[in-house]
């Protein structure tokens, strides 16, 4: 299935304060830059690093 490109409104993917640092925004694999404000590629606006959302998707890590 094709991913949404800012396709969500923050209301629909329950965008929120993150509970844990392992599920923030900034740990997503959609949120760049990676920084306190970036952007997401699924939701619309202003997003913050330590925030967090339904559709969190860690960062695939690499084998060395």
Not at 30 to 59: H, N, Q, W
Request: charged share 30%; aromatic share 10%; glycine share 6%.
């Amino acid at each position: 299935m094709a991913e949404k490109i800012w396709g969500c409104s923050k209301e629909q993917v329950n965008y929120r304060p993150a509970p844990r640092e392992r599920v923030r925004c900034d740990a997503c694999r959609f949120m760049f830059p990676k920084l306190a404000i970036g952007s997401c590629k699924i939701v619309r606006g202003s997003i913050r690093g330590s925030y967090t959302c339904d559709e969190f998707a860690p960062v695939a890590k690499t084998k060395r």
